[in-house]
């Protein structure tokens, strides 16, 4: 019945990460997960991947310069030569019925017809007493238009086109007198094939542009990628073997400056991890002699005080340290967390804490255990001091794992979640031990949860109480 309103809230954080508001946090904390969507109806129509735009800025030049270059044929070259060729079969025409004038029988009418056809590979036929089938001018194109125009200017007499519908002959009747003449024309007469080698030479020549384009474009965009996976594993604390760069010159300089950045920072980490060693030897070493002291000293009062005191200023260092020590050197290793949440809750409820469990078989990440174990033990640690009955959730979201603590204390107001997690700070002005601690264990918590690229969040529990969410991605 408990574990209702922990997989509901899961669920609804699941569903929704990106409609979370703002936190105003501090400067100098990380910020939320940026929304990288593109803004507007047309940018979201347009390609989103940098392949994508930088094909499309190829493709589209191309695609217009093979416009205007058909354009161009076709107004141009094509309109010319189709009309050349229409103007000779009209010429061939009007020389035959010339022709046709000076022959005095049939017979020489019908040799003319022969020798014409082996020239110039026209069909003539004449039938005697025939009229012009009826037709209405149409619209047939840039051949029959040619065509006509040419008919038009050298053979002054009616006359009608067939182009055949497909056919491979197109069929010219002339009426002369009362007899009408049949002029075969093969297409071959009136059109040339350069238009199809034409259109055949832009489509390949364009599908071998585009090809290599995309080529080029795969081994930039490849280059992209690698950085970009590289930073986000190292953002989220895991080993990065990012050291060729390669791609254009402006990529191998980004890669470059990635490379410089991640050893200046993990100089920095090593170098605070080494002063850390050597602070916290220098502290511990007095309090120990101080703790030998003081148990070879008689157990008065006064005694057991400074006992008490001493094991507060240990507890402190403690604390002190393992905030600055950060991530530390332990390094991301593939971890169940299923278990090591079990043992939290085992050592929860050793010390008398009411809590509930739900969890699945099995969660594996690459996380540091050592330092999760710590922030879950932490806003495990606050839950129990302020809230009667635990519970305790994790579950498989589509990006990480989310882990939820509720408890049913007094909560944090809406308007002071963001600011506990900052450094020493403690809605109890009193800073007394007994009501709290120093004000760092919300603290420590959101840094480990971000040293793995994830968030610590805080809501309103479903059962009245507070919730910490922490998120941690794959």
């Known amino acids: 019945m408990r574990s209702s309103p922990i997989e509901a809230g899961v669920a609804e954080a699941a569903l929704s990460p990106a409609t979370a508001e703002p936190t105003g946090e501090a400067p100098g904390e990380a910020p939320e997960a940026l929304d990288i969507r593109q803004r507007g109806a047309v940018k979201r129509l347009l390609p989103q991947s940098m392949f994508g735009r930088s094909l499309l800025l190829i493709v589209m030049p191309l695609v217009l310069l093979q416009l205007i270059a058909t354009w161009i044929f076709y ?38 017809f022969d020798r014409v056809m082996n020239l110039s590979e026209l069909s003539f036929a004449l039938r005697r007493d025939a009229r012009l089938p009826a037709s209405e001018p149409g619209d047939g194109g840039t051949l029959e238009t040619q065509l006509r125009r040419a008919l038009l200017k050298r053979v002054d007499r009616p006359f009608t086109i067939d182009a055949g519908g497909g056919s ?20 071959s007469r009136l059109y040339t094939p350069t238009t199809y ?36 594993s190292f953002g989220k604390g895991r080993p990065v073997a990012f050291s060729k760069v390669e791609g ?15 050893d200046r920072i993990q100089r920095q980490i090593r170098q605070r991890t080494d002063m850390l060693a050597g602070v916290s030897h220098d502290l511990r070493t007095p309090l120990t002699r101080m703790k030998l002291a003081l148990a070879l000293m ?36 593939e971890t169940d967390i299923v278990p090591l949440i079990d043992d939290l809750a085992a050592a929860a409820r050793r010390e008398g804490t009411a809590l ?53 204390g007094p909560g944090i107001p809406p308007a002071e979640r963001d600011r506990v997690f900052q450094p020493f700070i403690r809605l109890d002005a009193s800073r007394n031990p007994s009501t709290g601690g120093v004000g760092l264990g919300l ?30 991605p794959r």
């Open 197 to 232: 080698i034409f259109i055949l030479w832009m489509i390949g020549s364009s599908l071998v542009l585009i090809g290599v384009a995309t080529m080029f474009l795969r081994n930039q965009v490849r280059s992209l990628r690698r950085l970009a996976a590289a930073a986000e």
């Open 298 to 333: 008689a157990g008065d009062g006064a005694v057991a005080e400074l006992k008490s005191d001493v094991d507060d200023m240990e507890r402190l260092v403690n604390l002190y340290l393992d905030f600055a020590r950060g991530e530390g050197t332990e390094r991301p290793v």
């Open 248 to 262: 254009a010159l402006e990529v191998r300089q980004a890669g470059a400056a990635f490379i410089r950045m991640r």
């Open 168 to 187: 491979q002959n197109v069929v010219i009747d002339i009426q002369l007198g009362r007899d009408l003449i049949v002029v075969n024309v093969p297409l």
């Open 356 to 408: 509930a469990l739900d969890q699945p078989g099995e969660l594996v990440l690459p996380v540091r255990p050592d330092a999760l174990r710590r922030c879950l033990a932490n806003l495990l640690a606050n839950a129990r001091r302020y809230g009667g009955h635990v519970w305790v959730a994790s579950l498989a979201v589509a990006d990480g794992v989310e882990i939820v603590i509720d408890d049913d």
């Open 75 to 112: 107004d141009r070259h094509w309109e010319a030569v189709s009309y050349r060729f229409s103007s000779d079969v009209a010429g061939d025409v009007a020389m035959v019925i010339d022709a046709m004038e000076l022959t005095g029988s049939a017979a020489a009418r019908e040799q003319l």
């Open 443 to 472: 603290t420590i918590a959101r840094d480990v949860a971000r040293s793995h690229g994830g968030d610590v969040r805080l809501e309103t529990s479903p059962y009245g109480g507070l919730r910490a969410r922490v998120h941690l």
